[in-house]
C-alpha cells in the first residue's frame, strides 16, 4: 500500500510537470536560471528594473569658454579683456586762485568744507589753553608810607600743580590792572621758585638766592613773606608755609632780622 500511494504521487507530479513545461520553460528562460545552468555568460547584463539617476560625467565644454559664476561668486576680469571704453576723460583744469581772491565753486558742485563762510560759521577745534583762578596778593603803599596787603583775583594757566601755577604768577608782578591800583610786589626782580610741595597743612617752597634781595629793608622783607604765606594758604588745605633758600634751611633772613627757621603762617605778622 505505501509503494502504491507513492507511485501515485509521483505520477500525479509528472503530469502537472508535463502539463506546464512550456510556462516553466518560459519562466527559466526569462530569469536566466537556464543560462546559470548551463554556464552561459555571454549574455549582455541586463538593466536593474529600478531607474538610477545617470552618473555620466557631462561633456567638457569647448576650449577658451569660461564657467559662469552662480550666487554670489566675484568674477576677476582678465588681463587681456578690453575695456568698454578705451577713452579716458581727463579731469577739467581748474583755474587758479588769485592773491586775494576766493575760488568759485563750479556749477552744479557743492562748496567745498573749509572754504568761505563756511569756514568762518565752523567752530574752531582748538583746545583752549587750561587755566584757573587764584589769589594772589600785593602790596599798595599809601601817601603816610604805611604798606597794605591787597589780594588781587587774577585766571592764571594751569598745570597740574596749582600751588607753583600761584607762586609763579605772584612772582612775575602786578599786570596792568594790578598796576592801575597802585599795587606793587615787594618780592625781589629774578625770584625764581625751585621747588613746592606739601606735606600734611605745610607747603614747602624753595626759592632762588634772589630771595634774600630785598631793597626795602627789613619792611621789605616783611612784605615778601606776607605776600608769599598769604598766596599759599589761600588754598583750603594749606595752613602755613615753611621757607627754602636753594633747597636749605635757614633760621634768619637778612641775617638776623626776619625769623623764617619755622613754617609761617597769617598770624606770624
Same mark, same amino acid.
Not at 507513492?6 to 537556464?34: D, K, Y
Not at 575760488?103 to 573749509?114: F, H, N, Q
Not at 619792611?219 to 598766596?231: F, R
Given at each position: %500500500? ?7 504521487? #509521483?505520477?500525479?507530479?509528472?503530469? /502537472? ?7 516553466? +520553460?518560459?519562466?527559466?528562460? !526569462? ?6 545552468? +548551463?554556464?552561459?555568460?555571454? $549574455?549582455?547584463?541586463? &538593466? ?19 564657467? &559662469? ?17 578705451? =577713452? @579716458? ?11 586775494? %581772491? ?19 560759521? *565752523?567752530?574752531?577745534?582748538? =583746545?583752549?589753553?587750561?587755566?584757573? %583762578? ?12 604805611? %604798606? ?6 587774577? /585766571? ?25 591800583? &597802585?599795587?606793587?610786589?615787594? =618780592?625781589? @626782580?629774578?625770584? +625764581?621758585?625751585?621747588?613746592?610741595? /606739601? ?11 634772589? #630771595?634774600? !634781595? ?9 612784605? &615778601?613773606? *606776607? ?5 599759599? $594758604? ?7 608755609? +615753611?621757607?627754602?633758600? @636753594?633747597?636749605? !634751611?635757614?633760621? #634768619? ?15 606770624? #605778622?
Amino acid at each position: %500500500m505505501g509503494c502504491l500511494l507513492w507511485l501515485g504521487a #509521483f505520477s500525479l507530479i509528472f503530469i /502537472v510537470f508535463f502539463l506546464n513545461l512550456g510556462t516553466i +520553460r518560459e519562466t527559466l528562460t !526569462r530569469t536566466g536560471f537556464a543560462d546559470l545552468v +548551463r554556464g552561459d555568460d555571454t $549574455t549582455e547584463p541586463r &538593466q536593474p528594473l529600478s531607474s538610477e539617476p545617470s552618473t555620466a560625467e557631462p561633456e567638457p565644454e569647448p576650449a577658451g569658454t569660461k564657467p &559662469q559664476p552662480s550666487g554670489d561668486v566675484v568674477v576677476e576680469s582678465d588681463a587681456e579683456a578690453e575695456p568698454e571704453s578705451s =577713452v @579716458e576723460t581727463e579731469p577739467e583744469a581748474k583755474p587758479e586762485a588769485k592773491p586775494g %581772491m576766493a575760488a568759485k565753486p563750479s556749477a552744479g558742485s557743492e562748496p567745498e568744507a573749509g572754504t568761505g563762510a563756511a569756514a568762518a560759521a *565752523k567752530p574752531s577745534t582748538t =583746545v583752549p589753553a587750561r587755566t584757573r %583762578m587764584a589769589s594772589l596778593y600785593f602790596v599798595r603803599i599809601d601817601d603816610d608810607g604805611v %604798606m597794605a596787603r591787597v589780594e588781587s583775583k587774577r /585766571v592764571v594757566p594751569a598745570t597740574d600743580a596749582p600751588l607753583s601755577d600761584a607762586i609763579n604768577a605772584l612772582l612775575a608782578g602786578p599786570d596792568a590792572k594790578d598796576v592801575a591800583k &597802585q599795587l606793587i610786589s615787594l =618780592v625781589p @626782580e629774578g625770584t +625764581r621758585l625751585l621747588s613746592a610741595r /606739601v606735606s600734611g597743612s605745610t607747603a614747602t617752597l624753595n626759592f632762588s638766592e634772589a #630771595f634774600e !634781595r630785598s631793597t626795602y629793608g627789613i619792611e621789605g622783607y616783611a612784605g &615778601q613773606l *606776607k605776600q608769599i604765606v598769604y598766596t599759599a $594758604t589761600a588754598f583750603p588745605n594749606v595752613t602755613d608755609v +615753611r621757607i627754602l633758600i @636753594e633747597g636749605e !634751611r635757614r633760621d #634768619f633772613l637778612a641775617g638776623e632780622s626776619i625769623y623764617i627757621g619755622a613754617p609761617l603762617s597769617r598770624n606770624s #605778622f
